[in-house]
């Protein structure tokens, strides 16, 4: 069964850091771009980052930039999204998505170019 399964939400303070994983089952995600979406209430979902699948190129909203960081281990069939000095703003279900026709992040922030997504997980920034 192909699954993505995203894990490391949770409640922390404006300011804080959290890391969330992308683990994939039934598939290896060593050949596929991967991307980190959020949906934010009564929000529509938005792209926050993607790697390339050597992990060689990264793209991330601006909204984010300088504060999230995209990594990946292959041998690990994970995928990883640092976050950074935490803003309310940055509330959300956090969902990853695998991209099984690209290698490269082209057109990254389109989703329905992505074959595989994860159910999400809570990350909740307040005081």
């Known amino acids: 069964q192909v699954q993505l399964v995203e894990s490391g939400g949770g409640l922390v303070q404006p300011g804080g850091s959290l890391r969330l994983s992308c683990a994939a089952s039934g598939f290896t995600l060593d050949y596929y771009a991967i991307a980190w979406f959020r949906q934010a209430p009564g929000k529509e979902r938005e792209g926050v980052s993607c790697?390339?699948?050597?992990?060689?190129?990264?793209n991330y909203a601006d909204s984010v930039k300088g504060r999230f960081t995209i990594s990946r281990d292959n041998a690990k069939n994970t995928v990883y999204l640092q976050m950074n000095s935490l803003k309310p703003e940055d509330t959300a279900v956090y969902h990853c998505a695998a991209d099984t026709y690209r290698s490269a992040c082209a057109f990254w922030v389109r989703q329905h170019q992505y074959t595989y997504w994860g159910q999400g997980t809570q990350v909740t920034v307040s005081s």
């Open positions: 790697i390339s699948s050597s992990g060689g190129s990264t």
